[in-house]
Structure formats: structure tokens, C-alpha cells
Nanobody, 111 residues
Framework: QVQLVESGGGLVQPGGSLKLSCAAS????????MAWYRQAPGKQREWVAT???????YYTESVRGRFTISRDNAKSTMYLEMNSLKPEDTAVYSC?????WGQGTQVTVSS
């Protein structure tokens, strides 16, 4: 069965950085487009970024230039490097292969 496990969240001050990981099992990772989503309290889940199986990347406008999505197919792991974090980036971040979801990792940006 497919498992997606996120890690790397935490509390960070505005302007700080975090790197999230999404470890996949039960799928041939290299064959899948992968994506990060986030859901802030009281808001709908929002798409953040996608990396295709060919490593093309796409970002929602609010994170472009600050976040970098990447993948390591040998480790079946996807990453989201987040820089210049803002309070409005506070959310639970989840990864998806388009059909399965991880449990999410909390990112809180606050002074």
C-alpha cells in the first residue's frame, strides 16, 4: 500500500527557513508527478508546488522565488525548501501523488 510521510515542519521566525521532506513507499516513485499542498486554519487546502516525473517544477504565485521543490528518486523522497518564510505561510503541509496523501507536517511562522 502507498505511504507518504512528511517531516521537517516546526516553528520558525519570519524570514527564516525550513526544509520539508516527503518519503514515499509502495509506489514506483520515479514514475509519478508529486505535489505539495497546504491548509491554513479555517481555509481550504491550497496547492503549493508540483514536480513532474521529469523534474519540471511549478509553483503557486505566492511562493515563487521563495520555495524550491525537488526530488531524489533514489531515495523515493520529495523536498520543499522554504526560505523567507512569512506568517501567512503557516499551515499544515501535505504531499500527494495525485491520489494518496500524507498525514501532513505543521509549519508555524511566528515571532
Amino acid at each position: 500500500q502507498v505511504q507518504l510521510v512528511e517531516s521537517g515542519g516546526g516553528l520558525v521566525q519570519p524570514g527564516g527557513s525550513l526544509k520539508l521532506s516527503c518519503a514515499a513507499s509502495g509506489i514506483i516513485f520515479s514514475r509519478w508527478n508529486m505535489a505539495w499542498y497546504r491548509q491554513a486554519p479555517g481555509k481550504q487546502r491550497e496547492w503549493v508546488a508540483t514536480i513532474t516525473k521529469g523534474s519540471k517544477t511549478y509553483y503557486t504565485e505566492s511562493v515563487r522565488g521563495r520555495f524550491t521543490i525537488s526530488r531524489d528518486n533514489a531515495k523515493s523522497t520529495m523536498y520543499l525548501e522554504m526560505n523567507s518564510l512569512k506568517p501567512e505561510d503557516t499551515a499544515v503541509y501535505s504531499c500527494s501523488d495525485g491520489g494518496d496523501w500524507g498525514q501532513g507536517t505543521q509549519v508555524t511562522v511566528s515571532s
